[in-house]
């Protein structure tokens, strides 16, 4: 079963930048579509953006200009960097297989106003 570990979050002020990383375990990485999502307190979780298995991104409307979503294939790893962070995008990001394949603890992020 694949697990995923997630790190990077932290405090920010508006504004500011984040780059959060992921790392799946399991085998055939290189073949899977990829995605991060959020929860905030009291909503649904929610897609963010995701990554095809040959690159091509694809960004929820809210976060399209400032979050760049990448993968590396030899680490196994997919990346999230957020630019220009809006009080609105606190909360825990996960991420996953698109579509979603079980979650791992997630990291916090927190935008002060």
């Known amino acids: 079963q694949v697990q995923f570990v997630e790190s990077g979050g932290g405090l920010v002020q508006t504004g500011g930048s984040l780059r959060l990383s992921c790392v799946a375990s399991?085998?055939?990485?290189?073949?899977?579509?990829l995605g991060w999502y959020r929860q905030a307190p009291g909503r649904q979780r929610e897609l963010v953006a995701r990554?095809?298995?040959?690159?091509?991104?694809n960004y929820a409307d809210s976060v399209k200009g400032r979050f760049t979503i990448s993968r590396d294939n030899a680490k196994n790893t997919v990346y999230l960097q957020m630019n220009s962070l809006k009080p609105e995008d606190t909360a825990v990001y996960y991420c996953?297989?698109?579509?979603?394949?079980?979650w791992g603890q997630g990291t916090q992020v927190t935008v002060s106003s």
């Open positions: 996953s297989y698109w579509p979603s394949a079980g």
């Open positions: 399991g085998t055939h990485f290189s073949i899977q579509f």
């Open positions: 990554i095809s298995n040959g690159g091509t991104p």
